[in-house]
């Protein structure tokens, strides 16, 4: 099991930038693959982003298709770190962010293909 933290949440205007951290501890999570997904009051938990464990194809990055372009996902394995750089933020944009590690190191755009959950970080796009 690995124990995840997210930060780096926040009130933002539209267009601007946030950059979210998610620091692991425990069993490393380089061998994890990892996941961030979003959940808006009243909606069901969506994905955002997943990124393979370094050794299932060097780290392979996936998004769901309306954030493309938008959203980057990337790890730091000597941090245990993995990163969600927002641009252009809409509030659409607005939810609670969740990372998540999926063992065995292939990724999955289902919550449920996930065991282990962050607190959360709220995102507010508003003027």
């Known amino acids: 099991q690995v124990q995840l933290v997210e930060s780096g949440g926040g009130l933002v205007q539209p267009g601007g930038s946030l950059r979210l951290s998610c620091a692991a501890s425990g069993r490393t999570a380089s061998s994890y693959a990892m996941g961030w997904f979003r959940q808006a009051p009243g909606k069901e938990r969506e994905f955002v982003a997943a990124i393979r464990a370094i050794s299932w194809s060097g780290g392979a990055t996936y998004y769901a298709d309306s954030l493309k372009g938008r959203f980057t996902i990337s790890r730091d394995n000597a941090k245990n770190t993995v990163y969600l750089q927002m641009n252009s933020l809409k509030p659409e944009d607005s939810a609670v962010y969740y990372c998540?590690?999926?063992?065995?190191?292939?990724?999955?755009?289902?919550?449920?293909?996930?065991?282990?959950w962050g607190q959360g970080a709220q995102v507010t796009v508003s003027s």
């Open positions: 998540a590690a999926r063992n065995g190191g292939s990724w999955s755009r289902s919550p449920y293909d996930y065991g282990s």
